[in-house]
């Protein structure tokens, strides 16, 4: 039997439902007054907060939820959603090679993503590695799925562990961050 709709991306379409679902939850201002009330109970809202942060599918409900809150506590809101999202982006970083590869490995294929390849393989292979770590902590530092970028660090640095642990820290408290200063 036939498929009715083919997919050629069916995660990345997911996601991209997903960013809109979770704008459109987060016009209601129920929903808003209800993550602001979770925000009171304790600094494990805001840890699981930064879990959801790192996951492709739960990445936008995560930033309405950073978004919503309205206390100053910033930095200390940052380091504690930052080590969610670290705890998230290791289970990805385990994970990556079954979950999202095969579609990555389509991409791969597509002009836009070869074009982009073929740029890269134009410098040296230090400045190449310099520009993928850049990139991937502008992923993980936005509420992009991570695991574009753990694939980009997986799949084309040698990244050892405690490197990763501390980009994926890093970036993920500098992008919480921004998100609690807007």
């Known amino acids: ?20 679902v979770a704008y459109f939850i ?33 990445a936008p409900i995560a930033t309405g ?10 930095l200390r809101y940052a380091i504690i959603g930052g080590f969610g999202a670290l705890i998230a982006d290791l289970g990805i970083f385990s994970l990556v090679r079954v ?16 074009h982009i390849i073929k740029f890269f393989h134009k410098f040296s292979g230090k400045v190449r590695i310099f520009f993928i770590y850049i990139f991937a902590f502008l992923i993980i530092s936005s509420p992009l799925p991570d695991e574009i970028a753990i694939a980009l660090l ?27 200063s807007f």
Do not use: C, W
Not at 10 to 17: E, N, Q, S, W
Not at 48 to 58: I, K, P, R
């Open 1 to 20: 039997m036939k498929r009715l709709f083919i997919f050629t991306y069916p995660k990345l379409t997911l996601y991209i439902i997903a960013t809109f």
């Open 26 to 58: 987060f016009q209601i201002p129920a929903v808003v007054l209800f993550f602001r009330g979770v925000e009171g109970l304790s600094y494990i809202a805001i840890f699981l907060g930064g879990l959801l942060y790192s996951a492709g599918f739960t």
């Open 65 to 74: 939820f950073f978004l919503s809150l309205n206390d100053y506590s910033f």
């Open 99 to 114: 979950s999202f590869m095969d579609e990555f490995k389509k991409l791969e294929h597509t002009s836009f993503v070869s």
């Open 154 to 180: 997986a799949g084309f640095t040698k990244i050892h562990p405690y490197a990763f642990v501390f980009v994926s820290f890093f970036a993920n408290t500098f992008g919480i961050f921004t998100l609690l």
